[in-house]
């Protein structure tokens, strides 16, 4: 009998039914992929429990409402604070057929109308999110509190299936305009004409960005730049409340902070619920409000696009005199898609993932409160090292139970975890390519290939690089690195370095407009350093895996982004 409890108990821990076990998982999906494009640093249980669960349920979702021919959606699990992915690959040649076609009439609306039901999705989001918004987490009783965690984890799943739904859709049209050009012109996505036909679109991040840019001019214009030059972001909003200047400049930016369709609901770090969104901590906003009125008057990325968008209609001319007149329609319409790749995937970021978690933060803090002031837990943070089932199990008496074990134990693990790199597979295939070859291609996977895993960089051993990766924005670079793993650190780059990081998120978009050039040790073509070092005319490499382990900061380094690689000048440093 002891040995049959020992067997349940080494079942499931932080995310009951989806923590990772090798000797279960691997026999069943052969290959597990470590999404190092969102779990770097690793996650707190309580996180995982959200993500794990309904990423993986908002995957499958779209893949069935638009019947993606190969893929049927992820299994995920969770493993040291670390996302582990496999992909349900359709293999049967007549059932891809089947979903084929079923895909093809699914993605007609997207073809022809993506803005309308995209701004349908996003009033439905923000429809969603007002209840959760409004709700008084101060006053509310247990029992409410209670309520309001199985609104949030409601809303939560609604939210991953609205995400999804939208990215497969214009990602796949950029699987096939991709082969369109491979097959037609002899290009893919990797080269500088195909990147210039799909940039150079608006969204709701840039304008955000554009917004604090012009907080940062009306800052000048009112004679309050020494408050942001001298002071370090936590000591501008008391430096500003010290004048008469500062207060009115305050008023008006807090007032866009609460009344903007997104405003101050956006988290600093897009996937994790441990630190704070913008409405909480305002120095956030006001720090990127600083590095705007450190630039001067300038605003890059306004200056970019207009050439951006010449060169896309340039592009676009000359390849549509290359095909025959009936297929123009069908690569005009691809073309319209797959750039709304770009866009979407940084507007879906505000409007999903940063928008949501602030209001997950919000109501899971509030909780942590209620527990911690009963004595269940120590402190309110360690709400975010238990998982919801825990959490139902407790709230309504909370003085009944203590939970500080499971917390203390699961929070000592995730600082442990927080100091070493998950391994980036666990397989029983023979090495990463053969896994990637029978576990990952075959599933044809846009989001897969083109973000989270990314496709395999193909190592020039004569070009000689200290690392390869995949060109995600094309041109060459050389300068200092500035190794940078979290947003706080954005703060020490400077002017002509070279940004070398796991990856990046909305919240880092303005430190592309002073940097010479990017390397991230993960994602695809269409992950967030792509996008942002396309938009930015940046010499981008990603998935070089081990940038951030083999580049220090202040060493030289080259990004040659054409051939793919990155070199490291001044190894003696």
Not at 171 to 199: H, P
Not at 267 to 276: A, C, G, K
Not at 509 to 518: A, C, L, Q
Request: glycine share 8%; proline share 5%; hydrophobic share 40%.
């Amino acid at each position: 009998m002891a040995d049959n409890k020992q067997e349940r108990v080494k079942l499931w821990d932080e995310v009951p039914g989806f923590d990772l076990l090798e000797e279960i998982d691997i026999p069943e999906k052969h290959s597990w992929f470590l999404d190092g494009t969102h779990c770097i640093p690793p996650w707190t249980p309580l996180f995982g429990w959200f993500w794990i669960k309904y990423c993986s349920h908002g995957l499958k979702t779209a893949c069935s409402e638009l019947s993606i021919p190969t893929c049927k959606g992820w299994e995920m699990r969770f493993r040291d604070g670390g996302s582990y992915n496999a992909l349900n690959i359709v293999r049967d040649q007549k059932e891809i057929a089947s979903r084929e076609k079923r895909f093809r009439e699914a993605l007609r609306p997207w073809l022809e109308d993506f803005d309308g039901l995209w701004n349908g999705h996003k009033a439905e989001l923000l429809s969603l999110y007002g209840p959760l918004k409004e709700f008084n987490i101060e006053t509310a009783s247990n029992l409410r509190l209670h309520h309001h965690l199985r609104d949030l984890v409601n809303v939560y799943a609604r939210m991953w299936e609205i995400h999804f739904v939208g990215m497969y859709a214009s990602y796949n049209a950029w699987l096939l305009l991709e082969e369109l050009c491979k097959e037609r012109f002899g290009i893919s996505d990797q080269d500088t004409q195909f990147q210039d036909m799909v940039r150079g679109f608006d969204n709701k991040v840039y304008q955000t960005d554009k917004r604090l840019w012009e907080f940062a001019q009306l800052a000048l214009d009112m004679g309050l730049k020494d408050i942001f030059t001298e002071k370090k972001a936590p000591e501008i909003e008391p430096g500003l409340r010290g004048t008469q200047k500062g207060q009115e400049w305050l008023a008006q930016f807090m007032r866009w902070m609460e009344t903007d369709e997104v405003g101050g609901w956006r988290m600093q770090r897009m996937n994790e619920l441990t630190e704070p969104y913008w409405m909480e901590d305002v120095s956030i906003p006001l720090g990127i409000v600083k590095h705007f009125v450190d630039k001067g008057r300038s605003y890059v990325l306004e200056d970019l696009r207009k050439g951006l968008i010449e060169k896309r209609e340039i592009v676009v001319a000359s390849l549509l005199d290359k095909i025959s007149p009936h297929e123009k329609d069908l690569f005009e319409g691809l073309i319209r898609l797959a750039g709304k790749s770009s866009s979407y995937s940084e507007e879906h970021n505000l409007y999903c993932e940063l928008y949501m978690h602030a209001i997950l933060r919000r109501g899971c803090l509030a909780i942590g409160r209620r527990i911690a002031e009963a004595g269940t837990v120590d402190e309110p943070g360690d709400v975010f090292f238990l998982n919801p089932d825990e959490i139902d199990r407790v709230i309504l008496v909370p003085e009944a139970h203590d939970l500080r074990f499971i917390a203390r134990r699961r929070k000592a693990a995730w600082q442990i975890w927080q100091k070493r790199a998950n391994p980036p597979i666990f397989t029983d295939r023979a090495s990463l390519e053969e896994a990637a070859e029978k576990d990952l291609l075959p599933s044809r996977d846009a989001i897969a290939i083109k973000i989270v895993m990314g496709e395999l960089p193909k190592v020039q051993p004569e070009a000689g690089a200290d690392l390869s990766g995949l060109c995600a924005s094309s041109g060459e670079a050389e300068g200092p690195a500035r190794v940078v793993s979290t947003f706080d650190d954005l703060k020490n780059v400077r002017p002509g370095e070279v940004l070398v990081c796991p990856g990046s998120s909305p919240a880092w978009t303005p430190v592309f407009g002073i940097v010479k050039g990017v390397v991230a040790d993960s994602g695809g073509i269409l992950s967030h350093a792509a996008i942002i070092g396309r938009e930015y005319e940046v010499p981008t490499v990603v998935n070089t895996s081990e940038g951030t382990s083999k580049i220090r900061t202040g060493q030289r380094i080259r990004v040659d982004a054409n051939n793919c690689a990155v070199y490291i000048l001044d190894k003696e440093k």
